[in-house]
């Protein structure tokens, strides 16, 4: 089987991890995404600033691959404050709507003690379903 990794364009290169994975089967895996920019610098500090350059980052990885945010199947949400997320549901969906719409696929929410990166204060990640995806996949890096 074969899948092919998946790059945003003009992204700084990941290093030791794939953004996103697609396989010929047209399934997307997006990798843990952060709230840092393109070119990895947190530009804000700010739990809802760092959600929305994580989600719109998950999507630059989805739209890379050929798909847009209705193609998105799974969302795993880690974040390093519970309270702070309860807190601020209002903008967390002011936000989401802003950068999904109104697409809700199934969602996972777990509370951690820290991320790799320490300004990080969110990662998420998804699954995705591409259309027409199939066959595309082969043509990029061997499994």
Do not use: C
């Amino acid at each position: 089987m074969t899948h092919r990794i998946i790059h945003p364009d003009g992204w700084a290169q990941a290093k030791g991890y794939a953004n996103g994975i697609l396989t010929e089967a047209g399934e997307l895996h997006v990798g843990g995404q952060i709230g840092w920019t393109a070119q990895q610098v947190f530009e804000s500090k700010d739990f809802i600033g760092q959600m929305e350059q994580a989600l719109r980052n998950v999507l630059d990885v989805v739209e890379a691959a050929g798909g847009q945010a209705a193609d998105i199947t799974r969302l795993t949400w880690y974040v390093t404050d519970k309270r702070e997320y309860l807190d601020r549901q209002r903008e967390v969906g002011e936000v989401y709507r802003r950068v999904l719409g109104r697409h809700f696929p199934a969602m996972t929410m777990v509370v951690v003690a820290g991320l790799i990166e320490d300004e990080a204060l969110i990662e998420i990640e998804a699954t995705a379903a591409i259309a027409g995806a199939a066959g595309a996949a082969g043509q990029g890096v061997g499994a």
